[in-house]
């Protein structure tokens, strides 16, 4: 069966420092990946999507970045927090071929600047 | 450009009540639309919908989409503590990847 790991859960960084989240899905080939920030009270906004290794699409201009080293890896990262960056990121997967299913979203990493 | 608007925005009922949230969107070449649960972490799939008029049945959980008016509804019969949560809705359209999603709807149901 597949399955997300997304690490760490949770996350406090001074301002200024450098981020790196990962997300690795198990038990599939070839998804999609997604990452997701939900700030609170709000929606959830697509940053970033890959279709395949080192194809990334940016959703928004930002102080992130994302890269896909592998087939099952994805990587959200930042060179320099900055306080707006905090929120709730989740990452998630689908394989085209499920064509009735949606996402499945990782645990999620909750992280605060300060 | 696309946009999809959930409401109510929060709602607080008592055990035992009948829900509806509503989901409307803007979108051009629609393809499907999906109903997250959302508790404390990462989301949960409800359902997905590409056809209009066909129900999606899970439990006390159903919904419909209409394509011709641009929305869909997900009801709950008798609520239960554990549907409260946020609920999410989400499309996507034909020549991309990605869904975008709602700002959701908070449910609180009181025992």
């Known amino acids: 069966s597949q399955t997300i790991h997304q690490w760490p859960a949770t996350l406090v960084q001074p301002v200024g420092s450098p981020l790196s989240l990962e997300c690795t899905v198990e038990?599939?080939?070839?998804?999609?990946l997604y990452w997701y920030r939900q700030a609170a009270g709000r929606g959830l906004q697509l940053l970033f999507y890959?279709?395949?290794?080192?194809?990334i699409s940016s959703e928004v201009p930002q102080n992130l970045s994302a890269s896909r080293p592998q087939d099952r890896q994805f990587i959200l990262s930042s060179k320099k927090l900055l306080l707006s960056d905090s929120g709730f990121y989740l990452c998630a997967w689908r394989t085209p071929a499920l064509r009735n299913y949606g996402y499945t979203f990782g645990s999620g990493t909750r992280l605060t600047v300060v | 450009e696309d946009k999809v608007v959930q409401s109510p925005l929060s709602l607080v009922v008592h055990e035992g009540d009948t829900v509806t949230l509503n989901c409307s969107y803007e979108?051009?070449?629609?393809?499907?639309l999906l109903w997250y649960k959302q508790e404390k972490k990462a989301p949960t799939f409800l359902f997905m919908l590409?056809?209009?008029?066909i129900e999606k049945k899970s439990g006390r959980l159903s919904s419909i989409l209409d394509k011709k008016e641009l929305f869909s509804i997900l009801n709950i019969t008798a609520t239960q503590t554990g549907d409260s949560a946020v609920y999410l809705c989400?499309?996507?359209?034909?020549?991309?990847?990605?869904?975008?999603f709602g700002t959701g709807t908070r449910l609180k149901v009181l025992a």
């Open positions: 890959s279709v395949g290794i080192g194809q």
């Open positions: 590409t056809s209009s008029g």
């Open positions: 989400a499309f996507t359209y034909s020549g991309t990847y990605k869904y975008i």
């Open positions: 038990g599939t080939s070839n998804p999609n």
């Open positions: 979108v051009t070449n629609f393809r499907s």
